[in-house]
């Protein structure tokens, strides 16, 4: 069975613009979480997605979005993208909500 | 969800056993103590999670002591690809959110 796939791995964007990540869940499961990593705040949840319906934030200014498609693929997008949202972004995905997730590889965005 | 604290770092000689401790004093009834790890700049990796009995698999043994205020993660044999940073959390049962902290850096050495 396949696992979690981000696309892309490797990104670099320019201040200012936007950027759109892509996560693929594991075939079956139904819940998807983004979280995000970097050296100084280490691993924090933005957001989880369960049939098509935002269920839970975490504390990110609305520049952070997402959503989750019907075949449970799910996109993060953020705007007007700064210097600080250079980061390691991972999506995690699980059968139900309650289960234990499994991450994916992540996709690393610079921004200059 | 409830705090946890681990060791910074710890090392182990690869062959021998790895054993990751992990306070919870503050946990509730209806949460979860989870394991992950994270090798270098990869995607955290499941390994095993308990409510209060104590919990194997192929990867690890997870022993959670009678009050469920602490943990401890055993690894039987390390290996020098066991190197990683672990992360013990406690989670609700319902809902997916997961509240990492800083981890145990487990440096297993030839």
């Known amino acids: 069975k396949a696992g979690v796939t981000q696309t892309p791995r490797y990104l670099i964007k320019t201040r200012g613009q936007q950027v759109t990540l892509s996560c693929s869940p594991i075939?079956?499961?139904?819940?998807v979480s983004w979280y995000q990593q970097t050296p100084g705040q280490g691993l924090q949840f933005l957001f989880e997605y369960f049939s098509e319906t935002q269920r839970n934030k975490g504390n990110f200014p609305g520049r952070f979005s997402g959503r989750q498609f019907s075949n449970s693929r799910s996109e993060m997008n953020v705007s007007t993208l700064e210097l600080g949202d250079s980061a390691l972004y991972l999506c995690?995905?699980?059968?139900?909500?309650?289960?234990?997730?499994?991450f994916g590889q992540g996709t690393r965005l610079t921004v200059v | 969800d409830a705090k946890t604290t681990q060791p910074p770092s710890m090392d182990c000689a690869e062959g021998r056993a790895a054993n990751l401790p992990c306070n919870h004093s503050?946990?509730?009834?209806?949460?979860?103590v989870y394991w992950y790890r994270q090798i270098h700049s990869q995607g955290p990796q499941y390994i095993i999670h308990?409510?209060?009995n104590n919990e194997t698999n192929e990867m690890a043994s997870l022993i959670i002591t009678e009050d469920r205020k602490s943990s401890t993660l055993i690894l039987p044999h390390a290996t020098l690809r066991d190197t990683a940073v672990y992360y013990c959390i406690v989670r609700v049962a319902s809902g997916s959110r997961l509240t990492f902290g800083e981890g145990t850096q487990l440096t297993v050495n030839p």
């Open positions: 995690a995905s699980s059968l139900e909500r309650d289960a234990e997730a499994f």
């Open positions: 308990g409510l209060k």
């Open positions: 503050t946990i509730s009834g209806n949460e979860y």
């Open positions: 075939s079956g499961h139904r819940s």
